[in-house]
Structure formats: C-alpha cells, structure tokens
C-alpha cells in the first residue's frame, strides 16, 4: 500500500510559478513510478507528467510540454511538478499517482488532489 498526500496547491496570477509536491508513505516508494493528473470543473481528468521509479524517464502531455517538469527524491518519497508560466486553462485539481508500471492511464494509488487555481 502507498498513500499519497498532494500539497503546494493555490491561487496564482497568469504567467506565475506554483511546485506542487506529492508525499508518499508507505513502503518502497521508490520502486514506483509516479504521475500527475488534473481534473477541471466540468471536465475529465487528464493526463500530466509521468516519472519512472528511477526517475531516468519522464513524459509529458503535450499541453504542458516545456512548461511543466516532473521530479522526484526518493531520499524523501517525494515527487514534483514544478509549474511554470500558468495560464488560466490550468486551473483544476491536481492528483498524483502511483503504480508499479510507468504509463500514462493505469496507476493503482492515488492522492486526494490539491486545487490550483489560476486568475487572469
């Protein structure tokens, strides 16, 4: 079992920076690899970054592609989403995730979300 705990969530202006953090606890976090999605008000929830376990891989959506970047320490069972130059369109919840396999779609363990909310 992981369990997640999202944070770094908040309201921002367009054009402004925001690092969401994911903590997990539990064991062997770092044999997992880790993923952000977001839900918007009215929408589905949608895929972000991925991080392998080791953290050598990484990809994108391309809605986020040289804006977003993904990380991880598992010295501290941590992963990150550093945001850069947000726009109104990001605002929504933010999940991270967790499973054994790196993808874009399947993760077994997820957190509870944080609200990131972008004003114009």
């Known amino acids: 079992q992981v369990q997640l705990v999202e944070s770094g969530g908040g309201l921002v202006q367009a054009g402004g920076s925001l690092r969401l953090s994911c903590t997990a606890s539990g064991r062997s976090f770092s044999r997992y690899a880790m993923g952000w999605f977001r839900q918007a008000p009215g929408k589905e929830r949608e895929f972000v970054a991925a991080i392998s376990w080791i953290g050598g891989t990484t990809f994108y959506a391309d809605s986020v592609k040289g804006l977003f970047t993904i990380s991880r320490d598992n010295a501290k069972n941590t992963v990150y989403l550093q945001m850069n130059s947000l726009k109104p369109e990001a605002t929504a919840v933010y999940y991270c995730?967790?499973?054994?396999?790196?993808?874009?779609?399947?993760?077994?363990?997820w957190g509870q979300g944080t609200q990131v909310t972008v004003s114009s």
């Open positions: 995730a967790a499973d054994r396999r790196l993808s874009a779609d399947r993760y077994d363990y």
